[in-house]
Structures are given as C-alpha cells and as structure tokens.
C-alpha cells in the first residue's frame, strides 16, 4: 500500500495510539475487518456487527501477522500496536478519505436505485480495454464496502469505478466526502428505499449529493431515458444516454437474440460503433449506452469501446442465463425492487417461450409495500406472463395484483418449502423461468432446486 505508515493512521483517524513507538514508522500491507484474512503487517478493523464483536479477535489477527488494529476499545493484556477510536466504521472512512488522496487518477462513482453493478462491471470492462481499471469488488458499494475498495488501489492503477450504495439521507454524501470522484454516472431513479427516502424525488436528492464533491470541470453520466434524473440540476457537465432521441449518446438498429443477448449501433455525433451484449435483457441496451459514453469522454476507440462491450460477463445473480437442458433459468435473484421487476418483466415477455416468473417479496418499501406488490403483480399480468409464482409473506400482494390483472395462471406460496413441493408440478419442459426477489429472500436455493428438474 502507499504511504500507510501507522503514524500516519494515526494521524488521519485522529485516534490514541497504545503500544510501541517504534512501530510508528512502520507500514501496512493490507486492510481487512475479518480476522480470518490477517496476514502479515495488515490492518486489522475491529467492528462491532449484530452477530460478532470484531474486538473478540484482536489477539487472534496478531497471531495470524497483523502489524497494528484499530478498534473501539484496548483488549486486557495487549501490548501490540492499537490505535483506538470512537467508532471503527467511520475512522475506516477517514482513513480511505486519506489514502484516495495519495492517487491523482479519474475517478468514476456509479450510483442509481438499479443497475449499479451491472454498469460498473459494463464501464470497467470498455475502460480496461485502454487502462488498468481499480473497480468495487462484486457490490461492496456502503460505508464499509467503499473503503475497503478504496484500499485495494495501488500505484498501477490509472483509473477507478466506484460503485456508491445508499439507503438514507446523507449517507452518498459521506461516501462522496471519501471518493472524491472527477465524474458520476447515474442509472436510474426508482423505487428503492422508499421506507428512507420517500417517494423518486427524495431518491433522487440523496443520490444528487454525490454531485456536491464532484469538481465543476467533472462530467455527470445521466441515463436519459429516466423521467426523474431528467430533474437533476448540477454544474458540471451533464451527457444523457439513452434511447430517448435528445440523448447525447443513443442507440439505432437494435436486434434481440432472445437469451443470447443482442446486437445494436450505438450512435453519437458523427460516430457510429456496432456493438454486440453477450448477456440478456433490454436493460442493458442503457447499461452498454452508459459505458460507451464514459469511454468515449476517455478517448477509446471505436474498436475498443465495441469489444470491451462484447467482453461484459455479469456478475453474481443478475440477469445470469442458466440452461439446464429441460429450462432456461434466468438467475436475477440477487435484489429486487419494483422497478428492477419489471425491467424484468419486460425483458421475460420478449422470450419466445413458455415464460414463468417465481417472484419475491421487496423490502424497504415503507408504507407504500402492499401496493407497489400488487402493482407487480399486474404487471406480470400485463406482461402476458404464463405462470406467474409468488412466493412469501408480502407477495401474497403479487398475487392478488395478477389475478385481478386477468392472470389465470398464478399461484402463491407462504414460504419456499411449500412452493418446493408443488415446483416439479408448474414448471414444464422448455419455460423460461424468471427468478427475483430481495436479497433477504434467498432465492438462491429456488434457483437450485429449478436446476434439479
């Protein structure tokens, strides 16, 4: 790491130091909240979570090579090198503030109510065609997961994706305090959080705070075709995406190949670039768009903006085609939101197939759950969906929203074991089976038993 001496955590954490002066000098290696990982000379964060105290393995990340901790409280009988603060998560945050500022390279945070890792994957992927990209490691995107991507930079690196989570008020202004990016994309506003931020114009004035510590020469990406980041006023130059027509960078000639993913003209200006997305569903058509233009603003190619796109591989549960020989599982169960469903939705009804979704509940949804459920629902409905499944206590919404919609073919199941029992029952040879719920729901063990028939 550069320039991480523990003097100089000290310093930038502004904690009281216990142990040895003649470590001061010394340097850390590496930085983990997670004592199995220690190794030698790391910086070991003791935090304090709902199911373990970080503090109870201080001694055990000495014993694996760690050179110093920083914690909340002094352990009896430690005379190792300990530096102790008021709250470990926000001196982490000091500490990352401290050390981004030691590299003079562009910055791009990402951040929107949807899509956020599939952009940053996308951005990333086009950038790395001409520079070493730093990127957040799958979406470590909160007051925890930010820093800890912050010191994974090195002096390699040229340029970084940051990917910037929030959930309240205030909170994209800390992770911005901290950042510091010379540039912002945004995804999308829609129905996140809802429970914190209110309705789409509160989502968007805590997203917008980003834009505070960005510099007035930076760029804001902005997906054009969401009606509520058209409101975003800033004054640094905004370029939209999208396929709205006044967009800056759009998109012509857009051909689908079903799960096979789908080949466009994405167009700015006088520049013309053919491209071709590996990876299914419509949405990212503005995944593509976003990552074009930032490449674009970096000078890329034409060539290298076209491969890195075709390079794209998504990760974790989002959007992944799985192909069993009897169906074809879409694994989109890593979240969910109203919005991000019907995306989904929308993507599921353009499948020439027999087309099943198995839908979850949505948390965080505040006050307005029941009906945002059962909007879904009729969606589904709406959609021509041919199975519609949901599962869980809220769904139940879902469910209703579809039948009263005209879906005669839906079903609802309290819990994922009963719906266990009858799955073997609904689904036929040759569906395409849409999986999505919030992460909560671990809809990850209904994506196995599918893969199981």
Do not use: W
């Amino acid at each position: 790491m550069k320039n991480l001496t523990i003097n100089n955590i000290i310093e930038a954490v502004k904690g009281k130091y216990h142990g040895d002066k003649a470590y001061l000098q010394k340097e850390i290696s590496f930085v983990t909240t997670d004592s199995r990982s220690a190794g030698a000379n790391c910086l070991f964060a003791a935090i304090k979570g709902e199911n373990s105290d970080g503090h109870d393995y201080i001694e055990a990340a000495f014993g694996k090579g760690a050179l110093c901790v920083i914690g909340e409280r002094v352990p009896e009988n430690c005379t190792s090198p300990l530096i102790v603060v008021e709250n470990t998560i926000e001196a982490l945050g000091d500490l990352a503030s401290f050390y981004r500022r030691q590299f003079d390279i562009p910055i791009l945070g990402i951040t929107g109510s949807v899509g956020k890792t599939t952009a940053k994957e996308m951005v990333s992927s086009v950038l790395s065609r001409r520079f070493n990209v730093h990127k957040t490691h799958k979406n470590l995107n909160n007051d925890l997961g930010v820093p800890l991507t912050l010191f994974g930079l090195d002096e390699s690196h040229d340029f970084a994706v940051i990917e910037m989570g929030i959930s309240h008020f205030g909170e994209m202004r800390r992770l911005a305090e901290i950042v510091r990016p010379d540039k912002a994309l945004y995804t999308m506003i829609g129905s996140a959080h809802l429970e914190f931020l209110g309705d789409f114009d509160g989502v968007l004035r805590a997203k917008s705070e980003m834009l505070e510590y960005l510099p007035e020469d930076g760029t804001v990406f902005v997906n054009g075709d969401n009606e509520t980041l058209r409101k975003i006023q800033c004054r640094q130059k905004i370029c939209r995406y999208g396929i709205s027509p006044d967009c800056d960078v759009t998109a012509e000639n857009i051909r689908l190949f079903g799960t096979d993913g789908m080949e466009l003209d994405i167009v700015s200006g006088g520049r013309r670039i053919p491209a071709k997305i590996n990876s299914y569903g419509v949405h990212m058509v503005a995944a593509a768009l976003g990552a074009a233009a930032v490449g674009m603003h970096m000078g890329l190619t034409d060539d290298e903006i076209s491969a890195g796109i075709a390079d794209y591989v998504p990760v974790g549960s989002r959007s992944g085609i799985i192909k069993t020989g009897k169906i074809t599982i879409i694994d989109d169960c890593y979240n969910a939101n109203p919005t991000s469903v019907a995306a989904a939705l929308d993507s599921l009804s353009m499948l020439d197939m027999r087309r099943v979704c198995i839908l979850g509940d949505m948390f965080e949804l505040g006050e307005s759950s029941a009906g945002l459920h059962y909007e879904t629902g009729r969606h589904a409905a709406q959609k021509h969906t041919d199975l519609i499944i949901a599962c869980g206590e809220l769904s139940a919404n879902t469910a209703e929203g579809a039948k009263k919609a005209g879906c005669s073919n839906a079903a609802y199941f309290k819990t994922k074991a009963e719906l266990f029992a009858k799955l073997s029952q609904l689904i036929r040879e040759g569906d395409a089976v849409l999986v999505k719920a919030s992460h909560g729901m671990h809809f990850e063990e209904i994506v196995e038993e599918l893969k199981k028939l």
